[in-house]
């Protein structure tokens, strides 16, 4: 059986996104409640995962937590027009673990990297079931609208990524190549 692949692109907001959320309210995008999640990013001590763009987190959200793991970036999970294309593994805790988990990874010698804080509003379309539009407002950091597609067909995800982001008017907003793990780390205070 072949895995979804996650297809995405990011791009930053020159403002605080309300007017492309009533665009997608009037488009029949319907948004799920607005969740903050927190995010703590790990690296190994012999493996640098901000020069090979690995990821491994652990995730927050209410009572909900997860590590999750993104192998290293190639020429073959990024593609010309900026569209990145990963596996993910993802490992869910019983609620209240998350503590925990980031003490598991720090006890084997995992470190740590950054905490990154993100208010996010998912919007859904019930003629796209796969596409998902995300507005992101990372503190410290900005505003951003993350486009995604889960398909085991990257090029036809990337296609439609591209035309979901012409569709909802952001096509011209600066591409951010960058997860918000280094975004929050060149944000951060010296």
Request: hydrophobic share 35%; with cysteine.
């Amino acid at each position: 059986m072949t895995r979804p692949i996650e297809v995405e692109r990011k791009r930053q907001l020159a403002d605080d996104g309300e007017a492309l959320t009533q665009m997608l309210d009037r488009l029949g995008w319907v948004p799920d409640p607005t969740v903050t999640e927190v995010d703590t990013y790990y690296s190994r001590p012999d493996v640098d995962y901000m020069q090979t763009v690995e990821c491994l987190r652990v995730r927050q959200r209410g009572d909900f937590a997860e590590i999750t793991y993104k192998p290293p970036s190639t020429e073959a999970t990024h593609s010309a027009d900026d569209v990145i294309s990963k596996p993910e593994t993802n490992v869910h805790l019983m609620p209240g673990n998350a503590c925990r988990a980031e003490q598991l990874l720090e006890n084997i010698g995992m470190r740590r990297l950054v905490r990154v804080e993100k208010h996010r509003t998912v919007y859904r379309h019930r003629s796209h079931p796969d596409v998902t539009v995300s507005v992101d407002t990372v503190v410290g950091v900005g505003v951003f609208v993350e486009t995604e597609v889960l398909s085991a067909d990257a090029d036809a995800a990337a296609r439609i990524v591209s035309e979901t982001e012409t569709r909802r008017g952001v096509s011209d907003c600066p591409v951010v190549d960058l997860p918000y793990r280094d975004l929050a780390l060149r944000h951060a205070p010296a």
